[in-house]
């Protein structure tokens, strides 16, 4: 079973507008971290933003912010004020904790973003 | 600070050869991963490696492909006997802690293309 699903393959913004990336997870885990990545053509990964299960307020970080709703299990990504240079693909990811108490990173299939001049 | 370093960049192997990727995680750093990445899909985990341990390999192919973190020297990811398929982009990340919001830190990655 999926456990990130980025439903949206590609998005499409115009510079200076704010964008969402949709991410919804699936975990039983009361403790669990969310984490979105931006991956530019150059093809590094650069971490964005942190979303803890138990933060009482979403996390922000510059022009990027996380929209939390923890009951539907979902963990959008807002980049406001978009610029040219956010033009990439976005992975969201969760903190897995597997058997034996192994910790890693399960990402979703990513969604590209455009921004358009 | 050096981030995560990756060599090579770039591979090429002809279907048959061996393919030996290298990571040096950030210093101080004891947990390393590698992810693969195949053309337009998400990062797929392989294996969490701490010095001389591999914790969880549940990512790792069953063949050909073995990984290891020394107590000195960088982790070597290590692909047998190539094939077409094993084409993609392998990425090392390495963390302090991942627990809270301990994050992992990736490598460029290594873009391994096979003949």
């Known amino acids: 079973a999926q456990k990130i699903t980025q439903t949206q393959p590609g998005m499409f913004v115009q510079e200076k507008e704010a964008v969402t990336l949709d991410c919804t997870y699936d975990?039983?885990?009361?403790?669990?971290?969310l984490f979105w990545y931006k991956q530019p053509s150059s093809g590094e990964m650069i971490f964005l933003i942190y979303q803890g299960s138990y933060d009482q307020q979403n996390a922000t970080e510059g022009r990027y912010s996380l929209n939390f709703q923890k009951a539907r299990k979902s963990a959008n990504l807002v980049i406001s004020a978009s610029q040219l240079g956010d033009s990439a693909m976005y992975f969201c990811?969760?903190?897995?904790?597997?058997?034996?108490?192994?910790?890693?990173?399960?990402f979703g299939k990513g969604t590209k973003l455009t921004v358009n001049p | 600070n050096a981030g995560v370093m990756q060599n090579p960049r770039h591979l090429v192997r002809r279907r048959g050869q061996e393919a030996r990727l290298r990571c040096s995680p950030m210093?101080?750093?004891?947990?390393v991963y590698w992810y693969r990445q195949l053309p337009e899909e998400g990062l797929k985990f392989m294996v969490y490696l701490q010095k001389e341990n591999i914790i969880d390999e549940s990512g790792m192919p069953k063949e050909r492909f073995s990984a290891e973190f020394p107590k000195e020297g960088p982790s070597i990811l290590r692909i047998q006997q190539v094939v077409r398929g094993d084409s993609a982009a392998y990425f090392c990340?390495?963390?302090?802690?991942?627990?809270?919001?301990?994050?992992?830190?990736f490598g460029e990655g290594s873009r391994l293309t096979v003949l």
């Open positions: 975990t039983s885990d009361p403790s669990y971290g």
């Open positions: 990340a390495s963390s302090l802690v991942l627990a809270g919001r301990g994050e992992l830190f």
């Open positions: 210093k101080g750093h004891s947990h």
């Open positions: 990811a969760m903190r897995e904790v597997a058997q034996g108490g192994s910790e890693k990173l399960v």
